[in-house]
């Protein structure tokens, strides 16, 4: 059988044309992995400490490379016993306010403020996890000059918790952490993600998109991996939190990251709660739990 003029060509254009349709998917991607940073009048439009009549000091703080972070100390003055709170990716201060405020009437300071790029820290593209560290340890180094002897317990979720996880390896003056619904690793997240939109396994894709992240920010998200620093945390403990029903980190996520953590550990999968929904799913029972833990590891060492 003759071919058609111009047959021949078809399979290079489909190849072509799926090529490009891969280029724009995978810088789609990039542009969710870190937007650039938009502000509105909303931004300032949010709740504060003082609707939960709860005092309250806005504090400030810079970041390694200089940028202003905006927090809020809530003052136990009895105690050196310290909580900061670790918000997620599009996340800012104010939705901690619930567990804050209770750790606030358990008797612990606390401190919560908003990671670059959110909430009323300086403009920056958000980035996933990377750029995060920093201003978390620049947090903890906040609280050291505050109170030199700072019993730190660090809660953090999505994100924040992958966050949380990688700053604790690092920063010896954690004293205990809570995560909870943290991904193992950045590709990992971004490749759940993808998968679940298109239904397809797009590994080749999500390696694209982390090539276009590093080209626009500088960095990685693929070498954001909680699950290679957990394990460096012991033998302070950590408290691992995860919804049975997350459709955004699968809990199989936080099974692999008590796997490679070490004593003490311990874990609590929320059955019915997707992500980070333990604390929607049984408030008064989610707080009671996070703080007995703190309350274990921190009291234990108060000057």
Known sequence: MAVKPGWSLLPMALAGAFSLLGGVTAYYVSLR?????????????????????????????RSSDGLRLVGWWLPRPETNAVIVGSHGHAGRKDELLGIGSYCWRAGYNVLLFDYRGRGESDAWPKTLVSREVDDLLAALKYVRQRMPDAAIGVIGYSMGAAVGILATARDQSVRALVAD????????????????????????????ADT????????????????????????????????????????CHVRQLYAAAREPRLVWEVPGANHCGGYFVDRPGYCRRVVEFFDQYLRSVEA
């Open 181 to 208: 619904s943290s991904f193992t690793t950045g590709d990992d997240v971004v490749a759940d993600a993808v998968e679940r939109v298109l239904r397809v396994p797009l590994r080749p894709l999500v390696h694209l």
């Open 33 to 61: 992995v870190s937007p650039s940073p938009r502000r509105t009048y909303l931004d300032s439009y949010t709740f504060t400490p003082w609707e939960l009549e709860v005092p309250y000091e806005t504090v400030e703080f």
């Open 212 to 251: 276009i992240v590093a080209w626009r920010h500088g960095y990685r998200f693929s070498q954001a991996r909680p699950i290679d620093a957990i394990g460096q945390i012991a033998p302070r403990p950590v408290f691992l939190i995860h919804g049975v029903d997350d459709s955004l980190v699968p809990v």
